[in-house]
């Protein structure tokens, strides 16, 4: 109906970095990087070496504050923090709680800081899951880890009758994860990005696409209709509007085949509820009178006015309920600001 406002659950973010929320303008990195292994090394691996768990707390907020401002009412988060592990996943499950959105937790364990540092990873999971959280196992990536630590994530994960979040094939570097990974997965996991994947690689789960990141790292295109699993999207870090990623999965489509219908991204969008039921109990009143996926593909902006996270009021006319927006977004520049200062002294 024209002019009269719409209605829908909540939107999932399928694949978040809530940790990165106060890299925007972060110090450039020692020297510029050229692919996306430098991209890890130069950029992603010094940030989550300099975080501390009062960074976090604030970088999670205020990544919280933008998902409920896009409608997004629940987040599959995947955290690093190597120098800040004990205790991690509930600094972010407790900082989404205070903004009211739903947050999936997981650490992803990793072998480039030394096997030591992996197994505080997996036991960082393994307090989280024991302790009732919700979230699931998280593990970097395949090229990071030996097959002893892919082993005993999958087999945490089994235990606690959870999936694996993991990259898979983002770059070139992880071409093998196929042959790494192939006995482990299961209809839980979840396989993120898949871009360098074979059509028919073999593992089992669900590919969480992230067009955005994927352009911004220049990786290429995952061209996600190849594959037999379902796909979900995400935004790899890169805030939660769930819209804005669908019209760029929608377009990223369209661009390698000008037949392609945005009922194809919208139905990817629609995945994260598969993996994310509880955010079909929330209701998001949009500025918009229409979710017609080919409306919605060609209309630029449209916020979120009412949500409600399981009954409870969390956003009303645009502004957060729970929390103060201003103090979050001061507290959060506070913090990215000795963020930044850590990225200038570090070697
Ligand atoms: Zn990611």
Redesign the pocket.
């Known amino acids: 109906m024209a002019g009269t406002p719409f209605r829908s659950p909540g939107l999932v973010c399928a694949?978040h970095?809530l940790y990165s929320a106060l890299a925007r303008g972060m110090p450039a990195p020692p020297s510029r990087p050229t692919d996306f292994r430098s991209i890890l090394e130069q950029v992603w691996w010094r940030l989550d070496r300099a975080l501390d768990l009062e960074m976090l707390e604030w970088s999670a907020k205020l990544g919280a504050l933008e998902a409920l401002g896009a409608g997004c009412t629940a987040i599959i988060d995947?955290h690093e923090s190597p120098n800040a592990i004990e205790g991690s996943l509930d600094v972010i499950a407790a900082a989404c709680a205070e903004v009211g959105v739903r947050v999936s937790c997981a650490y992803g364990v990793t072998d480039r800081h030394g096997h030591a540092a992996a197994l505080v990873g997996l036991a960082e999971n393994e307090r989280f899951l024991a302790g009732g959280g919700r979230g699931m196992v998280g593990v970097h990536a395949a090229f990071t880890c030996s097959d002893d630590t892919l082993a005993a994530a999958a087999e945490l994960a089994a235990a606690h009758d959870v999936g694996v979040h993991i990259?898979v094939a983002?770059g070139v570097d992880d071409v093998d994860a196929p042959a790494r990974l192939g006995d482990l997965t299961t209809d839980r996991w979840l396989l993120?990005?898949g871009v360098h994947l074979a059509d028919d690689h073999g593992l089992r789960g669900t590919i969480v696409h992230?067009p955005r990141?994927n352009m911004n790292n220049a990786v290429g295109y995952a061209r996600p209709t190849r594959f037999v699993n379902p796909v979900a999207l995400?935004t790899?870090?890169i805030g939660a509007d769930m819209f804005d990623e669908f019209r760029l999965a929608f377009v990223r489509h369209r661009e390698s085949d000008v037949e392609a219908s945005p009922e194809t991204a919208w139905a990817w969008l629609e995945q994260g509820w598969k993996l994310f039921p509880e955010a079909m109990h929330d209701s998001v009143t949009w500025s918009h009178p229409t979710l017609d996926p080919w409306h919605l593909a060609y209309t630029t902006t449209v916020n979120a006015v009412d949500v409600d996270i399981d009954g409870d009021a969390v956003l009303r006319g645009g502004v957060p309920t729970r929390v103060d927006a201003g103090e979050v977004r001061a507290r959060a520049a506070e913090q990215s600001v000795r963020l930044f200062r850590a990225l200038e002294d570090m070697p």
Do not use: A, L, V
Request: glycine fraction near 16%; charged fraction near 15%.
């Open positions: 694949h970095h995947h990259h983002e993120i990005h992230n990141s995400g790899d870090g």
